[in-house]
């Protein structure tokens, strides 16, 4: 019956593609397909950095806890409840009992253990399925205890902040380890979790299909099905939802927000979250070195026209690497100004004239918004001042294997969107001093300040809020003077449904929770 399911959804979606034409097309019924940005690098959670393969991983596993419904605060999921020590340095897990993994394999606090020893252990036999960019999450442990089949126990080195955090975020979900076991490093085509929806097929650049768990600890999903179709263009995106080829579109241009809103056959959701969208300078070689040069590049740029006119107000202009989502931390700093005479001031002290640049571009991903709009735009501003920029486009896949392993040698500047859980995340993967990228970090512009460092280590160890929230505020405030980014933009997250999809939310997180989706 489970291969006859398949053929049947498979049957409908060939269909579907099929009858994308100006005739309005019917997606199948109690089947979800949703529009995705751009293809899934890997369904291994534990080896991808991108949250559109987390929108679709979330709803294939758990993690050991999860975000609580339109929060970023951490409630139970594979772990029915936990303590932690008086020192902050021991948490313990109860786990939930009776759950199976999609492959029939048991869910066990010995699981548990292989997942984690996997991502941060050398000597771990499949260590070598990695690499696990995100690891950094867990640096902190010291080691992961089995106190019986249902009790696991983490020891810290140290008290760290986000935690419990971290183990909502995707790179925190549970894989299984038989299934890790018989695929090896193909296993990332083959995944098994514990999740509402278990994995059914992927065609590459199709779709990714997962199907209805009707096992689920939490209860069996109302859907039957959920299709991921990558769509890499905003503008197909938005021709398949106008013709009914697509349920739900993620991440809708600007120019279509309007146009859907007036349409009674569609529902728009938006949702702030934390998001930061910059352009990395290579601080390492070229004009970039120079901080004078690095800032001119700030003010040059009008921050304001990008938000306002290509986002059309979809966003505000960012002051540094931290998003106001995080509204506990100490507001320091304000956005650059757009500044022309500084600009052309600053290369004038840096001794600089006509610096030439290269500029790397995405086609779409994750939280890109619009990519090559803005790269126009700003490519445009830059050579107002007297900067030479060439830009250079790439495929999201491509891109990110181009730029995290770092720029030196090729360009000087590229784009980039983080979405994060925790003010903690991308400064400490992506400006740290050891955050390079030749010790696996995404520090990929090569930026490094001692004082920053220093502060980023005591604000992930403090258990105060209040102080975080301080030492957080300094941090914004040195790296906005250093200016290893050109600070552009933070983005409210939006999608687009049909009237036929209900239950539909967006998360503060930026993943999908799509369990409670219902299609009428």
């Known amino acids: 019956m489970q291969w006859i399911f398949r053929s049947a959804v498979a049957a409908a979606i060939l269909a579907l593609c099929a009858a994308i034409t100006p005739v309005f097309a019917q997606t199948p019924p109690n089947v979800l397909i949703v529009g995705q940005i751009a293809e899934p690098q890997s369904l291994d959670p534990h080896t991808v950095t991108a949250t559109n393969d987390f929108r679709i991983l979330v709803n294939v596993y758990d993690g050991l806890v999860r975000y609580k419904d339109g929060t970023l605060e951490v409630e139970p999921a594979l772990a029915e409840s936990w303590t932690v020590s008086e020192d902050g340095k021991t948490y313990t897990f109860e786990l939930r009992q009776g759950v199976k993994f999609h492959d029939g394999s048991d869910f066990d606090a010995q699981a548990v253990k292989f997942n984690f020893d996997r991502m941060l252990r050398e000597d771990h036999p499949y260590y070598d399925t990695g690499p696990f960019p995100l690891s950094f999450n867990f640096a902190s442990i010291d080691a992961v205890n089995t106190l019986d089949d249902h009790t696991v126990e983490f020891k810290l080195k140290e008290p760290f902040a986000p935690f419990l955090?971290?183990?909502?975020?995707?790179?925190?979900?549970?894989?299984?380890?038989?299934?890790?076991?018989?695929?090896?490093?193909?296993?990332?085509?083959?995944?098994?979790?514990?999740?509402?929806?278990?994995?059914?097929?992927?065609?590459?650049?199709?779709?990714?299909?997962?199907?209805?768990?009707?096992?689920?600890?939490?209860?069996?999903?109302?859907?039957?099905?959920?299709?991921?179709?990558?769509?890499?263009?905003?503008?197909?995106?938005?021709a398949e939802m106008m013709a009914g080829g697509i349920d739900v579109m993620v991440e809708v241009p600007p120019d279509n927000l309007a146009t859907f809103r007036q349409d009674q056959n569609f529902t728009v959701t938006e949702q702030a979250g934390p998001h930061v969208w910059f352009a990395i300078l290579n601080a390492r070689t070229g004009p970039f070195q120079d901080k004078k040069v690095r800032q001119a590049a700030n003010y040059a740029v009008n921050k304001e026209t990008l938000v306002n006119d290509i986002l059309q107000g979809a966003a505000t202009?960012?002051?540094?690497?931290?998003?106001?989502?995080?509204?506990?931390?100490?507001?320091?700093?304000?956005?650059?100004?757009?500044?022309?005479?500084?600009?052309?001031?600053?290369?004038?002290?840096?001794?600089?004239?006509?610096?030439?640049?290269?500029?790397?571009?995405?086609?779409?991903?994750?939280?890109?918004?619009?990519?090559?709009?803005?790269?126009?735009?700003?490519?445009?501003?830059?050579?107002?001042?007297?900067?030479?920029?060439?830009?250079?486009?790439?495929?999201?896949?491509?891109?990110?294997?181009?730029?995290?392993?770092?720029?030196?040698?090729?360009?000087?500047?590229?784009?980039?969107?983080?979405?994060?859980?925790?003010?903690?995340?991308?400064?400490?993967?992506?400006l740290r001093s050891d955050a390079m990228p030749d010790k696996g970090g995404f520090?990929?512009?090569?930026?490094?300040?001692?004082?920053?460092?220093?502060?980023?280590?005591?604000?992930?160890?403090?258990?105060?809020?209040?102080?975080?929230?301080?030492?957080?505020?300094?941090?914004?405030?040195?790296?906005?003077?250093?200016?290893?980014?050109?600070?552009?933009?933070?983005?409210?997250?939006?999608?687009?449904?049909?009237?036929?999809?209900?239950?539909?939310?967006?998360?503060?997180?930026?993943?999908?929770?799509?369990?409670?989706?219902?299609?009428?």
């Open 165 to 238: 955090s971290n183990l909502a975020y995707p790179t925190g979900l549970i894989v299984s380890p038989a299934a890790v076991e018989k695929y090896g490093k193909e296993y990332g085509r083959h995944p098994s979790g514990t999740g509402p929806f278990k994995f059914a097929e992927w065609q590459s650049n199709q779709r990714v299909v997962v199907e209805r768990n009707a096992d689920y600890w939490g209860g069996a999903p109302a859907l039957e099905a959920i299709v991921f179709r990558p769509i890499a263009d905003a503008n197909t995106r938005v």
């Open 317 to 430: 202009v960012a002051a540094g690497p931290l998003p106001p989502a995080f509204n506990w931390v100490e507001e320091t700093v304000d956005p650059y100004p757009f500044d022309p005479d500084k600009a052309k001031s600053l290369l004038a002290e840096a001794g600089v004239e006509n610096p030439e640049l290269t500029f790397y571009v995405a086609e779409g991903g994750s939280g890109m918004l619009d990519p090559i709009t803005m790269g126009a735009a700003i490519q445009a501003d830059l050579q107002a001042v007297g900067f030479k920029v060439k830009i250079e486009t790439y495929e999201w896949n491509t891109f990110l294997g181009r730029v995290n392993p770092g720029l030196e040698g090729k360009a000087d500047m590229a784009e980039m969107a983080w979405m994060t859980n925790d003010p903690d995340t991308v400064p400490y993967l992506t």
């Open 443 to 520: 520090n990929s512009g090569y930026y490094s300040n001692p004082q920053v460092d220093e502060l980023l280590e005591k604000a992930r160890i403090s258990t105060d809020q209040a102080e975080r929230g301080k030492l957080y505020g300094q941090i914004q405030k040195i790296v906005h003077d250093d200016a290893p980014w050109l600070f552009v933009a933070n983005w409210k997250q939006n999608a687009v449904t049909t009237a036929a999809v209900q239950g539909f939310k967006l998360q503060p997180s930026f993943l999908l929770q799509l369990r409670g989706v219902t299609k009428q």
